[in-house]
Nanobody
Framework: QVQLVESGGGSVQAGGSLRLSCVASGGAFSDYGMAWFRQSPGKEREFVSSISWGGSYTFYADSVKGRFTITRDKGIRTLYLHMDRIESEDTGVYYC?????????????????WGQGTQVTVSS
């Protein structure tokens, strides 16, 4: 079983940048496809980005394509989300997720393991 801990959230002005991190413990890091989801008040949790087990394949929601980059570092068992040109609509709690069976699903129910989330607040 894998445990996920996110960090890096905070307050940022629109147009700025932020890097989220998710450290995984337990299990073999390369065995899991990983993803970022986010949730804003009153909205359902939505897919942001995902990455394959070895990092060769990445996927993005249309709303973040060209602005966000997902990467993973096997050596330190860490998943990243590099957020550039941040917009007010990016405000929300960002969750790291992992699953052995998928890396390209956009459905939150397809991911078995979740972190506790990190808050990102964008001011204009």
């Amino acid at each position: 079983q894998v445990q996920l801990v996110e960090s890096g959230g905070g307050s940022v002005q629109a147009g700025g940048s932020l890097r989220l991190s998710c450290v995984a413990s337990g299990g073999a890091f390369s065995d899991y496809g990983m993803a970022w989801f986010r949730q804003s008040p009153g909205k359902e949790r939505e897919f942001v980005s995902s990455i394959s087990w070895g990092g060769s394949y990445t996927f993005y929601a249309d709303s973040v394509k060209g602005r966000f980059t997902i990467t993973r570092d096997k050596g330190i068992r860490t998943l990243y989300l590099h957020m550039d040109r941040i917009e007010s609509e990016d405000t929300g709690v960002y969750y790291c997720a992992a699953d052995r069976e998928t890396y390209d699903s956009t459905r939150s129910t397809d991911y078995e393991y979740w972190g506790q989330g990190t808050q990102v607040t964008v001011s204009s």
